[in-house]
């Protein structure tokens, strides 16, 4: 018995708790507005208010009590509305219908301050001689009084057009911000149009879709397409990120789930990379026979140009067969330095051992986010006791790790072949390592 008992309270406990969380859920069913859709009019050529059934026109009879049907149907395909068409509000209102003589906006005030209702949408419908004229407005009430807070009108050649219109008609009649009625895109911006990065870091693309009467979209879904992945990487949200130097495209296009969207926005990317760099190192192989690891320092300069574009602008010439032929050896290793010098950028690389010697190299750079790869040659000359004096043949790689968005920290391996001007011309080789800086623009 006594185990019973505590079964019922516990029972009893949790209805208690949960009553709330059910009313609590009725609460937020009943927080939707409730709009009511009334018949439309039938106004003649001055305007006036017209009886349609003294017309004698089947078609427009019909359209002054289909059309709100129409209208209200899509106001509860939307979702967020409480919606009340003429039949539903004849079985709950005693008033109604109203008196054929009553003006809509009276009808309207009635229904705003004697019975609750958050909004009206009233209608009138006026047949001309070649055109028929419909009219909406939404109104609301305010300070004591109904408030206009929409009207659209639009025209219909035939009355069988007419309801054809109540798309266009609801979408002017409610704001962007309430899409009753889903507009296409019809054009995409983005700002900017034009965007220099810096190679590795990130930027986030803004675009701004517009309906057909050049009205800003909300919260609309875009698809963005890179045009060369190798060089801007850009994710499902529309943020991007350098990975190579060079310029590419992003496309951005507006999608719509009911009708086809407009043309793409495209937004031209420029990676840049770093303009000015700082090294400190040292040579792991020895020199002039000693045994010591000298300490080097070097500067490198990065002209801020994609070689790569230049080269599309000149006009193709006709290269030589033996050029392209590639089973010629020659033609291979050619085309394999020039791809390296030519497609990359071109960095300049000053480094020297103080009182020692001076190396200057012109190298072509193949750089991703996280590092990079090159060849190059140049000339060393002594400055003091040094005999080393001839042309360098370079081959650089390294990383990088980017501290801030001007900064990044490379760690790079150098090896240098040097063939001499002057005495015994057989090459020697280097290894170098360094560490530095490189400044971005």
Partial sequence: MFKLKTFLLVLCLVCLISLPAEAGNLNI?????????????????????????????????????????????????????????????KETIEVIPFPVDMPPFEQARILLTEYGFDQVIIGSIAPMQNLVIIGLQRYDYFRDKPRILGSAMTTAPRTTDVPAQIDPLLTKLFPPEIPVIESPIDQVYVIPSLLRINLGSSHQISAIALDSLGRPLTDPTFLYISGDESKVFVDEGGRIKGLQPGTTTVSVRGISRTARSGPPATMTVVVVPPAFGIRLGTLLTD?????????????????????????????????????????????????????????????????????????????????????????????????????????????????????????????????????????????SFRLGVNLGIDLFP
Avoid: C, W
């Fill in 287 to 427: 020199r002039s026979g000693t045994d010591s690891f000298p300490i080097r320092m070097g500067f490198r300069f990065t002209p801020s140009f994609d070689q790569s574009l230049q080269k599309q602008d000149l006009p193709a010439t006709p290269a030589p067969a033996a050029a392209t032929d590639p089973t010629n050896p020659l033609a291979f290793i050619g085309s394999f330095f020039s791809s390296l010098l030519t497609s990359g950028l071109m960095t300049f690389d000053l480094d020297f051992d103080p009182n020692d010697e001076i190396l200057f190299a012109l190298n072509g750079i193949q750089r991703s986010s996280t590092g990079y790869i090159g060849t190059g040659v140049g000339y060393a000359t002594p400055l003091g006791e040094s005999e080393t004096q001839g042309f360098v043949f370079r081959f650089t790689a390294g990383v990088q790790v980017r501290s801030m968005s001007r900064l990044s920290f490379p760690v790079e391996a150098i090896v240098d072949m040097i063939i001499p001007t002057t005495g015994d011309i057989r090459p």
């Fill in 29 to 89: 069913a009943e927080q939707k507005e409730k709009i009511a859709v009334l018949n439309f009019s039938i106004l003649d050529e001055q305007g006036n208010l017209l009886d349609p059934l003294s017309l004698g026109n089947a078609e427009i009879i019909t359209l002054s009590r289909s059309m709100p049907l129409g209208v209200a149907s899509r106001l509860v395909q939307f979702g967020n509305f409480e919606v009340y068409d003429h039949m539903y509000l």
